[in-house]
């Protein structure tokens, strides 16, 4: 089956500092999305990409699909406390409409 | 109320009990799915409802039962459930035929068995 590889698995970063982290997958996706997960919650949407190089931005997070369609990479700029939590990286590919594989996560922690 | 629910919260049961989940979706979306997360293991998929209409069942033990009524609201019937099950148990909805595949998720149900 599909498998996606998320790293780093976890990051201790000081506020104000950026952060990077990304997926990369086995095969082709035609979509890519990222996601935050707050203790105790699901998980909520950030950004979604739809295009191979798409690059797009929420606040301060920028996200961006992957020439060859097989990776994402999602940075955080000037990280805050409440940027704690998990993020995670889904994927949907041609032929698998209404599913997603995810990645399994990476854990960010903020120290002040 | 707005976006995905789900109810209860956090849910302990003996492994003789029967239970249900609930989640509702407030977005006018058409799919429906259930999730359950371990810990250190990605989501991993159980159903997938698209007008009502099971469309994916990723070989899940019959113990666990899922009820589509309408577009709007899924169940998760739980019985003679095992340890093992516990975990965190996700709802999500879609539009069918938007753009991409997005999926928005509800809080969760906490679920322990003892």
């Known amino acids: 089956g599909q498998q996606l590889n998320q790293s780093p698995q976890s990051m201790f970063i000081q506020e104000g500092e950026d952060v990077s982290m990304n997926c990369t997958s086995s095969s082709i996706f035609n979509t890519w999305l990222w996601y935050k997960q707050d203790p105790g919650e699901g998980p909520v949407l950030l950004i979604a990409?739809?295009?191979?190089?798409e690059l797009t931005s929420n606040g301060r997070l920028t996200a961006q699909f992957g020439i060859t369609r097989k990776d994402s990479f999602l940075n955080i700029s000037a990280s805050i406390p409440s940027d704690v939590g998990i993020y995670f990286c889904?994927?949907?590919?041609?032929?698998?409409?209404?599913?997603?594989?995810f990645g399994t996560g990476t854990r960010l922690q903020v120290t002040l | 109320e707005t976006g995905v629910t789900q109810t209860p919260r956090h849910l302990v049961m003996g492994m003789t009990n029967k239970k249900s989940l609930k989640c509702e979706q407030h977005l006018g979306h058409n799919a429906m799915y259930w999730y359950k997360q371990s810990a250190k293991k990605p989501l991993e998929l159980m159903f997938v409802y698209n007008f009502k209409e099971q469309t994916e069942n990723n070989s899940v033990p019959s113990r666990f039962s899922p009820e589509c009524p309408n577009s709007s609201h899924l169940f998760l019937h739980l019985h003679t459930l095992q340890p093992e099950d516990s975990a965190l148990y996700l709802c999500?909805?879609?539009?069918?035929?938007?753009?991409?595949?997005?999926?928005?998720f509800g809080p969760g149900t906490r679920l322990l068995v003892l």
């Open positions: 999500a909805s879609r539009q069918a035929g938007g753009p991409g595949e997005t999926q928005y």
């Open positions: 990409l739809y295009k191979a190089g």
């Open positions: 889904a994927g949907q590919s041609a032929g698998t409409a209404s599913k997603l594989t």
